[in-house]
């Protein structure tokens, strides 16, 4: 594994850990959020490298929040803390 890659995967990492603590879903949907939203090209191609070689060393949140951003061109809405809705 790359450095690139093992700073990626840590950082991904962090992220996902600052919103374990959310419900799944608006966990997952958070994690896709921010590498939609703060990630360059090419730390996303990065990303998908690793993720098709297994994406070892990522959180399961980590790695169910990055697969969304390559299995669904369009975002997730954004979650709103402390909203129904339903």
């Known amino acids: 594994m790359s450095d690139s890659h093992a700073e990626l ?7 996902a850990d600052f919103f374990r603590p959310y419900p799944r879903e608006e966990a997952e949907q958070s994690v896709e959020h921010h590498i939609r939203d ?8 990065q990303l998908a490298a690793i993720l098709d070689t297994g994406g ?31």
């Not at 995967?9 to 992220?15: A, D, P, S, T, V």
């Not at 703060?38 to 191609?45: A, E, G, I, K, S």
């Not at 169910?64 to 954004?78: E, H, K, L, N």
Request: charged content about 25%; aromatic content about 6%; some cysteine.
């Open 56 to 86: 070892e060393g990522l959180s399961e949140l980590a790695r169910a929040g990055a697969i969304r951003v390559f299995t669904d061109p369009r975002p997730s809405p954004v979650p709103q803390p402390g909203c129904d809705a339903g």
């Open 38 to 45: 703060f990630w360059d090209p090419r730390m996303r191609r």
């Open 9 to 15: 995967i840590r950082m991904l990492n962090q992220i």
